[in-house]
């Protein structure tokens, strides 16, 4: 199992950038799929989770301005960035639970991160 992350880019304050995850290879189903964040000198955070069935959780500073959307056929999760801060600078890392066959537990999968710089 692969996850490709892209659409990282270097724009100015106020602007917006889509990241896109699609998910390769053998496995049953995908269940939450997300991105995290790791801003310059902190800790890889949580930005949004998407559930299944489509039920997002996001960190409180992006509300309003994140939408987190999947594309199940396609194995895609899309994180839509608008209004973009400083703050927002970091590498995304997006991440999935996957099962790899029917019986089997969840396992986190991650992509290779797609760094996000905004200026002010």
């Known amino acids: 199992v692969q996850l490709q992350a892209s659409g990282g880019d270097m724009v100015q304050a106020g602007g917006y950038l889509r990241l896109s995850c699609a998910t390769s290879g053998r496995m049953y189903r995908i269940n939450d799929m997300g991105w995290y964040r790791q801003a310059p000198g902190k800790q890889r955070a949580l930005v949004a989770v998407?559930?299944?069935?489509?039920?997002?959780t996001y960190k409180d500073s992006v509300k309003g301005r994140f939408t987190l959307s999947r594309e199940n056929a396609e194995k895609t999760v899309y994180l839509q960035m608008d209004s973009l801060k400083p703050d927002d600078t970091g590498v995304y890392y997006c991440y999935a639970q996957i099962q790899r066959h029917r019986f089997a537990a969840n396992s986190d999968y991650w992509g290779q991160g797609t760094l996000v710089t905004v200026s002010s």
């Open positions: 998407i559930t299944r069935d489509d039920s997002t």
